[in-house]
Nanobody, 127 residues
């Protein structure tokens, strides 16, 4: 049975940092792309970052490039999103999701290709 569980969200001031974790089970991560998506109130869900299972390639949305870093710990099957220099516009519910890598163009971060989702964690950036 597949499970993805996010943690690490919270309230942070602009310019601050948070690290999100996505604990996975039931997924052989070497065959899956794992992505972080976010959805702010009244906005569409958008892809933030993704890491490929096959070769560890990483891709980022333009809005977070240089500030966010995605990583993976294969020993614990956990994917992380380190978020630095946070801005109020980063406020959203963040979700991790997994897709079989052969079914998706990893860099595209198309949410329609992702079959497994976590419950989400709220990130609020505010002074």
């Amino acid at each position: 049975q597949v499970h993805l569980v996010e943690s690490g969200g919270g309230l942070v001031q602009p310019g601050g940092s948070l690290r999100l974790s996505c604990a996975t089970s039931g997924l052989p991560l070497e065959y899956f792309a794992v992505a972080w998506f976010r959805q702010a109130p009244g906005k569409e869900r958008e892809g933030v970052s993704v890491i490929a299972g096959s070769d560890g390639s990483r891709f980022y949305a333009y809005s977070v490039k240089g500030r966010f870093t995605i990583s993976k710990d294969s020993a614990t099957n956990t994917v992380y999103l380190q978020m630095n220099s946070l801005k109020p516009e980063d406020t959203a519910v963040y979700y991790c999701a997994a897709a079989r890598e052969y079914t998706t163009v990893v860099a595209a971060m198309d949410s329609r290709d992702y079959n497994f989702w976590g419950q989400g964690t709220q990130v609020t950036v505010s002074s």
